[in-house]
């Protein structure tokens, strides 16, 4: 039995597999991009929004940080009040599950861990004119005083409701595009239910097309 | 009694005809008022609560049909001026029960002819009225409110994507859109009516025939006494009555809590608006439940846009832009070509809904307390019917047989009736 | 003289483009051109369609709605009536605001046959008789007539026309959040977003017009000093974006305001959406008509659309004109026109009680009669006569304006707005450049302060109206109303019938309802109104100023179609397997793959496999599951066992069914709950609603995981050998012992780990539901049909499902059910448990079954098994009256007979009994009523 | 569109709720009469004015709030997570 490869919801240009996934084959790269993350590991937590295990976290609702866990690098979100999201590299969800519940078991808290991998759609719209793009989906106040580097909010992008995370990516490792005063480029990482994945980056590929918005292929957390 | 039956014209509704226009244009003799200024009375044998197309029948019937002509309608603004005013004025009985549609049935029955009957023309165009299913949900209950129809004689049929683009050239009927239109409830006898027509027409009417319309003359109390109606509180200062009828939508909760009447309502705006004329071109009202749209094309050339209620408990007028945005998103899902047209103006008027999209109507737990109110977003339909139920009502004291389903009783013990079925977009 | 119109026998007209003025907006070195009526004419750029027309000479643009009267230039900008054109396919072109560009083919509406002649202008001479009211006075009788009076009546529509083709258009929004939106980009405009940027503001700056600068535009020298001043500033401070072509067309609750920006590259219209701390309403003033006999002919315009036309077009009105003035605007029209070799042959002064009676011509304008009783020949009559405030954004935001007498114009109330709105510019009052500018200045910053800041709201300066003379109408009739054609002899009449107020006089007379919405016409009216019922102005008030303030498109509010969409991870697979899809809700879900029947039978006789990936899937954690489920659930739960799955129903406290499912116990303090495909979101928020609002002592934990597993129904009875071909016995023992019926197993799939396996039976036959990690969904199902090529396996689709589950008489809720149903006429007799001490709909489910009066859902074979009641056919008792529907139905493949089920009141629900059916096409059928279960009622099958 | 100001997630578009209506008690399923159930079920008071509402803020932190709201004004006066009883203080 060949070993099954994972797919993303939404389709990739030319193809590769990766870390057991198929994957978009092209480089990452341009002024203005849209790529798949799906494959990165995604376990989600709930526990008490102001207790133990957020501070085991090591952030609360709306903001992020990176952090290693115990399994490798990975971008802690606070998605929800007594929610988080945590991104790791693919192929590590299982590790970082393992290592998340073992981080919380001491808190005595009620808290689950889940594996939500699978379940969720995740692209990365990057670029300096990412807010431009965003904004005509997307309600939010998107500047630096509202939403800085390191936001995290839910609400809706053109009808779906979705996890959006302010990432910045550092300017000087992706020469041509355009930094911002802090040093990196506008990045946010949106992150929905599986199913609506493929209309997520058609919506935004279509708000972004009068930007030169492009299908780029996966980054990855770095 | 005086007056006649429904189809019998008073004599002294006459006065409107071409030839009338036709002396008066030639000799410029002012037309005389439409309905007369009174004194505010000190007592009347009813006063009935809201200068709407409800209020102003239920006079002219009561008036007309029941000899009652010590009667007063007090409006707090102008006549016309609530909802009667503000709705797109969409007339039909396709509905889903059959006590819905026995009583719709008469009011477009009423309608047919009331131009006559008020020597006033209300330009009821029926031009066929058309409700789309995009999913197989909805063309099923197409199905069964057609049954039901059928079976009332009311002209209803479902009709396929072919016949469908016959009637309206405008609709993108393929399979390639989001929401694919997979037939239609096509009721012929549908249309629309020039809605503040029917307003001034029964105004006249009940004018003539002796009812007092005060307008201006806003109700801040309803006095009870050992269980009855003795009187209520105006701006005016105070009538004695042992009947009054609250004829009122948007207030009619408040003005049943001046009675100490709890109502089963909630009150919501629902918004409609008006685009720039353009020639004709649309000759059916047209109606999406699951795109929350409806559209008629007046005589003017405008289009008229109306959606559900707003969503949540609110008495603000003000209007909204997710409502404009929406209507026009899913006009243009329906209709492509319209994407040049202008919207002019919106609007909002008040809706009292009830649990089981259906009126309240008849006696409450007050003596001489009655109701006409629940009425969500169906009530000028309605208008003729009610007002001739109502005027029985009040001068028996009894509810007639076509609005027994409709009692306030109803809710608390648990026989509600069946229009929430149908009843998401009823328009 | 060539320019006087307009019968068919008028000479060509002739150029009347004048030499080069300091303000011109027009690009001379190049033309443009397009097609008046199919004839060949050019312009500049920056020429708008009518004063390019207007240039060359063109006077008569338009015929009126109801009299076909011919009409020209009033406004010479975005409200004129005048000069509403078809463009190509677009209608209601505002002909003096749109820019010309190359090839655009404009024609006059509603003319027939032609501009010029005109055979509905025989309206005109019925004028008498087509006053006021006339429609509701005629056409009463006879009835059957009516019909054939409107089709007529509509022939008469003045508008442009639509086409069904669509064409290319692109349209799209945009939110933003600037601190503090300025509506209007004149002096005051420009002023106020200055200073709101200085103080730190982001500021978004919006003009109607195509540039900045308002009245400044076509002012004097000094002006224009002033003017390019005030652009110096507004480019060089940063912190502003300037939209113009733009227009502010609303206000709504907490500052939510609609822009419309047009002239974008690429896009034919932009919504933005501004979310804005604070609104600065900085219009500037409208000039307002004054009402006379003759006073729609073409020649009679403003004094703004003449001095538009000669300082910034560079078109001569005229060529022999009466100017009648009431204020200093007036006056520099004078200047104007004498500057532009225009005769003025008289200048009439209101302030000192001179004026326009009357105005002559037929076709345009040939003289004026003034009060004093001369006559004066002229071909141009000019008004400057007042102003009216355009407070609509203002009464959008809660304000009243209130009329003020010696200024004669409505002004805004500053004690009735919002804190997060404030007015600047000539719409508070009047003053030099330099005062208005001071004002917006003080208002700019006031505006960046409360946006900023957030300190409590900090006084603004006003600046006081000019006193003004109450100039409305000369009482000699005219049209108060050009777009609509109501004149003064129509108000005055409506009030004689009693529609005495104003709102039910502009009802009864359509005025300011037509596409300028009053904003020339409202004060005109209310004065009428006032004069005809003996009130004052003040006491008469104005009418409510709606949204929109502007018209916009429909193309412009929608924007892009957004309509989410939900796929399966296996719908590449079925289209390419050509699958018919079916719209259902946000999902596109397999229909049938060519052939339900021979589907259903693969079912019964081998396997078939379904995609039901939409079906909801709650992921529930945490001690107190049991209790929630016990709540919730109209059946028992506290005793499910670890791998076990049990039916639910869940109603809600009306007793109305609400949705239904399985839900599993995969561990100790771990449940996997499904839901309907509809209800998935419902039940979600249902769950949450209960645990947060009822129960949050509870710890539980809800997860949707509806699209984190592909699920895939395997049924038929070779489910248990295709499964097993991609499990492992040491892993998931699939053996009837080891996994019987109704229960869960966790374990590897095809390869993919973490798989959950349901056995449970919606078709009736043996079946397994697989809910594989969604990522390796079309890995599994590719297997599963290569696996099962030799045991017959087929996919199938929603119908046949629909077909499986009817022959079982197992109900859909909100098909078999409706939205008053409640439990008990559900056929759930067995499943509700009344014993319980507590879940949702209780009572009322109590109170049903001891009524005991309810509709049952039941069984129904009609007697000749080849007739098919369709779904919604009326059970019919003897009287005729209404027993009951039919709920579901279709031919059963496997019993080779129709079947349904049926809503039926009670007396006709006894299995045996014979009921009439009355069939769509009249016909009645005969009818048994069963047990709901059509084939194995047994559950034989299914238990293998 | 007015605003909600969620005690998590600060003011959003009220198009991001659901509507829940009137903030209510529910009866003791075991003793309740007909009556009092029936008007836990239809009746509220429909307040022109002040109104406390539920309000499920489902595409934002899927809580659900307690809001005190006018109802012809649209202010809202105050908001609080129903079940933590959190106003927005102290959150990060």
Known sequence: MSSPLARSPIPPGPATERDGWEVDARVPGGPLTLSDETPLAKVHVRAPFDGASRAALGVGFRRTRRADLGAGEVLVVGSGPGEWLVLGAPGTAGALRAAVEQRLAGTGEFTSVLDLTHGRALVRLHGAAAPAVLAGVCAIDLADAVTPDGSAFRTSVAGVVTDVVRDDLGGTQRSGAAASDNGGVRSYLLHCERSSGRYLADALLDAGRLSGLAMTGFRGLA | MSGGNGNGRPEKLRGYSAWSLLRRGLTHEDWPRAWREHELRSSYDAVIIGGGVHGLATAYYLARDHGMRNIAVLEKAYVGGGGSGRNTAILRSNYLTPEGVRFYDRSVKLYEHLAADLNFNVMFSQRGHLTLAHNDASLRTMHWRTEVNKLQDVDSEVIGPDRIAELVPYLDVSDETRYPILGALYHPPGGIVRHDAVVWGYARGADVHGAHIHQQTEVTGIDVSGGRVTGVQTNRGRIATPVVLNATAGWSSLISDMAGVAMPVQTSPLQAAVTEPVRPFLDTVVVSGTLHVYVSQTDRGELVFGASVDPFASYSMRGSLEFTEGIAGHVLELMPALHRMRLLRQWSGLCDMTPDYSPIMGPTPVEGFYVDVGWGTYGFKAGPVSGEAMAACLATGKPPEIISSFGLDRFLSGRLVGEKGAAAVGH | ?944 | MMLLPCPWCGPRNATEFRFGGEAGRRPDPASASPEEWRRYLYFHTNPAGWSTETWYHGAGCRRFLTVERHTVTHEVRAARDTATGTTGEGIS
């Open chain 3, 1 to 944: 003289m060539s320019i006087l119109p307009t019968t068919r026998r008028t000479a060509t007209p002739t150029s009347q483009r004048l030499g080069h003025r300091a303000g011109e907006v027009i690009d001379r070195s190049r033309t443009v051109s397009f097609t008046w009526n199919g004839r060949p004419l050019s312009g500049h750029p920056g020429d708008t369609i009518a004063s390019a027309l207007a240039a060359a000479g063109e006077r008569v643009l338009s015929r009126s709605y109801k009299y076909h009267r011919p009409r020209g230039l009033l406004t010479a900008d975005y409200l004129d009536p005048g000069a509403f054109f078809q463009v190509g396919d677009e209608p209601n072109v505002r002909g003096a605001h749109r820019l010309l560009e190359a090839g655009m083919a404009v024609s006059s509406q509603n003319t027939w046959p032609s501009l010029r002649f005109d055979l509905k202008a025989a309206n005109g001479l019925a004028g008498r008789f087509l006053a006021t009211g006339f429609y509701y006075k005629t056409f009463i009788k006879p009835e059957p007539l009516w019909p054939l009076y409107e089709k007529v009546l509509r022939t008469f529509v003045h508008a442009g026309a639509i086409t069904p083709d669509p064409g290319a258009a692109y349209y799209d929004k945009r939110h933003a959040h600037p601190d503090v939106v300025v509506a209007g980009g004149g002096p005051a405009g420009m002023a106020a977003a200055v200073a709101a940027a200085r103080a730190g503001a982001s500021v978004m700056l919006v003009e109607e017009d195509h540039q900045l600068g308002g009245h400044l535009r076509w002012g004097d020298g000094a002006a224009l000093a002033r003017l390019r001043a005030l652009r110096a500033q507004v480019a060089a401070q940063p912190g502003i974006e300037v939209l113009t072509d733009a227009v502010v067309t609303g206000r709504f609750d907490d500052n939510w305001i609609p822009i419309v920006a047009r002239s974008l590259p690429g896009i034919t219209e932009r919504l933005v959406k501004a979310r804005a701390a604070v609104l600065v309403v900085a219009p500037g003033l409208i000039e307002r008509p004054y009402v006379f006999a003759g006073n729609d002919l073409p020649g009679v315009m403003l004094s703004t659309a003449a001095r538009r036309l000669v300082n910034l077009y560079a078109v001569r009105p005229g060529s022999r004109a009466v100017v009648m003035s009431a204020n200093p605007e007036g006056d520099a029209a004078v200047a104007d026109l004498e500057a532009a070799g225009v005769e003025v042959a008289a200048v009439l002064d209101a302030r000192r009680q001179q004026g326009v009676a009357r105005a002559h011509g037929r076709g345009g304008l040939r003289a004026v009669e003034t009060t004093d009783g001369r006559r004066i020949e002229a071909d141009l009559l000019v008004t400057a006569t007042g102003w009216t405030a355009p407070t609509s954004l203002l009464n959008q935001s809660g304000d009243r304006p209130v009329y003020d007498q010696a200024a004669a114009r409505f002004v805004p109330d500053p004690d009735r707005m919002p804190a997060n709105v404030l007015a600047a510019g000539g719409i508070v009052g009047d003053g030099t450049v330099d005062q208005l500018v001071e004002q917006a200045d003080a208002v700019g910053r006031e505006a960046a302060r409360r946006a900023t800041g957030g300190s409590a709201a900090g006084t603004v300066p006003g600046l006081r109206p000019a006193p003004h003379p109450e100039l409305f109408a000369a009482g000699t009739g005219g049209f108060v109303d050009l777009c609509e054609d109501v004149s003064a002899k129509d108000i005055t009449t409506a009030v004689a019938e009693g529609y005495d107020s104003v709102e039910l006089a502009k009802r009864y007379t359509t005025v300011t309802m037509g596409p300028t919405q009053g904003k020339l016409e409202t004060v005109n009216a209310v004065a009428l109104v006032a004069h005809a019922t003996g009130r004052s102005i003040a006491e008469t008030g104005t009418t409510t100023w709606r949204p929109v303030y502007a018209p916009v498109t429909l193309g412009a509010l929608a924007g892009r179609p957004r309509e989410p969409v939900r796929y399966s991870p296996m719908q590449p697979w079925h289209e390419r397997h050509g699958a018919t899809p079916l719209v259902a809700g946000q999902w596109i879900r397999p229909e049938h793959y060519g052939d339900p029947a021979a589907e259903v039978t693969a079912v019964r006789t081998a396997v078939g496999i379904i995609d039901v990936t939409p079906i909801g899937k709650l992921d529930l954690r945490g001690p107190d599951v049991a209790e929630l489920l016990n709540l919730l659930y109209v059946n028992k739960w506290s005793k499910l066992g670890v791998g076990r799955v049990r039916y639910g129903v869940m109603c809600a406290d009306d007793g109305v069914v609400l949705d239904d499912g399985v839900t599993g116990r995969l561990g100790e303090d771990h449940y996997l709950m499904s839901t309907t495909s509809s209800g998935a979101a419902t039940v979600w928020e249902w769950v949450e609603n209960w645990l947060q609002t009822a129960h949050p002592e509870w710890q539980v934990h809800v997860t949707p995981v509806t699209t984190a597993y592909a699920s895939i129904n395997i049924a038929g009875p070779r489910s248990r050998d295709l499964l097993s071909r991609l499990t492992d016995p040491e892993d998931v023992d699939l053996s009837a012992d080891a996994f019987g019926y109704m229960n869960v197993r966790t374990g590897t799939v095809a390869g993919v780990a973490d798989c959950v396996l349901w056995r449970i039976g919606f078709t009736g036959e043996l079946s397994y539901e697989i809910h594989v990690p969604a990522s390796y969904g079309l890995h599994a199902w590719e297997r599963l049909v290569a696996e099962g090529a030799d045991l017959g396996v087929r996919p199938f689709g929603v119908e046949a499902q629909r077909i499986l589950r009817l022959e079982k008489g197992h109900a859909i809720v909100a098909q078999d059910t409706d939205g008053l149903t409640q439990g008990f006429s559900a056929a759930l007799d067995g499943l509700i448990k009344l014993d319980k001490d507590d879940f949702v709909g209780l009572p009322e489910l109590r109170w049903q079954q001891g009524r005991d009066s309810h509709p049952r859902l039941v069984g129904l074979q009609p007697l000749d098994g080849t007739v098919v009641p369709p779904e919604a056919s009326q059970i019919l008792r003897t009287d005729g009256s209404i027993a009951g529907r039919v709920t579901s139905s279709r031919m059963s493949p496997t019993l080779g007979r129709a079947i349904g089920l049926a809503q039926i009141d009670p007396e006709l629900a006894e299995v045996g009994t014979r009921v009439t059916v009355r069939l769509p096409d009249g016909r009645d059928v005969a009818a048994e009523v069963t047990g709901l279960v059509h084939v194995d009622p047994e559950g034989e099958r299914q238990r293998v």
